[in-house]
């Protein structure tokens, strides 16, 4: 399987994502898509965007408004701005996911004062891209950071923490719309989102 354009839809296969890499998608509804974990304790950060209306895109807002959770695991949908259901979790070995959000060249500059680093953000623009669609509309709250684990004191707090995955853990999701998606391999070497250690990650659509 190739990195797609925009008018090419995804086949079945697996690519193997770099670490740092990233990844763009164009999906039928029906198909199939794994998150695969090779090494253990990675994070992958995802949008996606309805085909025949790119403005209608998923939304982490949303998707606890018309579930009324505010996590992800199997059996739960992914919904969009309009409320459209756009995935299915299918499968989930881990449990832990950060639902809105990227890390950004501007975040790491304000938090830990490194200017001009690789990020998500400017992975996800790529990827956006490279499928012909409008960089200025990524929002976070089109992102989902899968594997992310973030722990939230009873202060009101919240710590990034190391991932708990294991070599191996996956997310597979059914896709419920013709969507775009594009992926990032989370560069983040920051904070302990990725152990410090960014390292492959394995995408495969069925």
């Not at 959770?69 to 756009?86: E, H, M, Q, R, V």
């Not at 998500?120 to 684990?149: A, H, R």
Request: net charge negative; hydrophobic share 35%.
């Amino acid at each position: 399987m190739t990195v797609l354009t925009e008018t090419e839809w995804a086949t079945a296969g697996t690519v193997r994502v770099k670490a740092r890499g990233r990844l763009a998608l164009k999906l039928r509804k029906g198909q199939k898509v794994k998150f695969t974990d090779l090494e253990g304790q990675q994070v992958m950060d995802f949008i996606t965007a309805r085909v025949d209306d790119p403005d209608e895109r998923m939304s982490v807002m949303f998707t606890n408004v018309c579930s009324n959770k505010w996590d992800l695991g199997a059996g739960y949908t992914i919904f969009s701005t309009k409320c459209t259901p756009l995935l299915k979790v299918l499968r989930d070995d881990n449990g832990n996911h950060a639902l809105s959000g990227y890390c950004s060249t501007y975040s790491n500059e304000y938090r830990y004062g490194v200017a001009d680093t690789a990020s998500c953000y400017g992975n996800l623009c790529d990827d956006w891209d490279e499928l012909g669609l409008d960089t200025t509309k990524i929002s976070p709250d089109q992102c989902i950071s899968v594997f992310m684990n973030i722990i939230h004191h009873p202060d009101g707090r919240h710590e990034i923490a190391e991932p708990t995955t294991k070599p191996g853990d996956s997310i597979e999701f059914e896709v419920l719309e013709d969507i775009y998606m594009g992926l990032s391999n989370c560069p983040e070497e920051h904070n302990p989102c990725n152990a410090f250690n960014p390292t492959a990650m394995e995408v495969t659509i069925s």
